[in-house]
């Protein structure tokens, strides 16, 4: 037992934030957890608009040698998938915001109807955290004096109700993601002359989604390697399909 357990001592702050009632310590965690969930879905949007926007360019490119005509559909593909990207983050987000709302309504509802119940609630929550159970019902009657939704909100639902999800957030960093993802491959198809275009646009495309693996493995804790290789894979999978779809397409035309 330590010195804060003391029988009869009250549970001193940074004891409580310490077994996790979501203060200043748990806080800090779960900003970093998102920042971190920012990231990867970042890497992850980036990632879509370079394979999506590959494979249209080089099937373009495998029909014709247009430059405008290459340069139109890589524009297309790429506002599209970008608005898509947005749309699709802004719908699911704003479904995550409304339940978190539902739940701390819920919540709120239930601390002023039954607020024993819920005391003895957040007490066995803490307690279940590795406190005693005397421990965990001083930290619980302190928590839910200063605030008794903050505490439940954090201990049983894991929300920070001052950091609900946001879905323009969510929807400009896809959309944003996307459009720098995709850039990638439109250039890489436009600048060099008829002969290199795919070729150029190939390498420049497996060279980033290299990248994006290794950053992607990273932020997940997963080996680099698998994640390289299933990247590497499926971009190059669908330019070569896509480009000898557009090669038939343009011969048989």
């Known amino acids: 037992m330590t010195e804060d357990e003391a029988p009869g001592r009250p549970p001193t702050r940074a004891h409580i934030e310490a077994h996790g009632d979501g203060g200043g310590g748990g806080s800090q965690s779960a900003a970093i957890s998102t920042r971190l969930n920012w990231l990867r879905a970042g890497v992850l949007g980036a990632n879509d608009g370079i394979i999506s926007t590959a494979g249209l360019v080089v099937g373009v490119a495998g029909a014709t040698t247009s430059r405008p005509a290459i340069f139109a559909a890589g524009i297309a593909g790429l506002l599209a998938g970008a608005l898509s990207m947005a749309a699709g983050e802004y719908v699911s987000v704003s479904s995550q915001r409304d339940s978190e709302?539902?739940?701390?309504?819920?919540?709120?509802?239930?601390?002023?109807?039954?607020?024993?119940?819920?005391?003895?609630?957040?007490?066995?929550?803490?307690?279940?955290?590795?406190?005693?159970?005397?421990?965990?019902?001083?930290?619980?009657?302190?928590?839910?004096?200063?605030?008794?939704?903050?505490?439940h909100a954090r201990v049983e639902l894991g929300i920070n109700?001052?950091?609900?999800?946001?879905?323009?957030?969510?929807?400009?960093?896809?959309?944003?993601?996307?459009?720098?993802?995709?850039?990638?491959?439109?250039?890489?198809?436009?600048?060099?002359?008829?002969?290199?275009?795919?070729?150029?646009?190939?390498?420049?495309?497996?060279?980033?989604?290299?990248?994006?693996?290794?950053?992607?493995?990273?932020?997940?804790?997963?080996?680099?390697?698998?994640?390289?290789?299933?990247?590497?894979?499926?971009?190059?999978?669908?330019?070569?399909?896509?480009?000898?779809?557009?090669?038939?397409?343009?011969?048989?035309?």
């Open 101 to 151: 709302r539902a739940a701390l309504d819920l919540e709120r509802r239930e601390l002023a109807e039954e607020p024993e119940a819920e005391l003895d609630e957040l007490t066995d929550l803490l307690a279940a955290r590795g406190l005693s159970r005397d421990l965990a019902r001083e930290a619980a009657e302190q928590l839910t004096e200063r605030d008794a939704l903050r505490a």
């Open 161 to 253: 109700p001052d950091e609900l999800a946001n879905p323009w957030h969510a929807a400009l960093a896809s959309l944003v993601a996307f459009t720098v993802g995709a850039l990638l491959p439109l250039l890489a198809i436009i600048l060099p002359g008829p002969s290199a275009r795919v070729p150029v646009t190939a390498a420049a495309v497996l060279a980033a989604l290299t990248l994006c693996g290794v950053v992607s493995a990273r932020l997940g804790g997963a080996p680099a390697g698998r994640a390289v290789l299933r990247n590497v894979g499926g971009g190059a999978l669908a330019m070569a399909v896509t480009y000898a779809v557009g090669t038939w397409l343009g011969t048989s035309g």
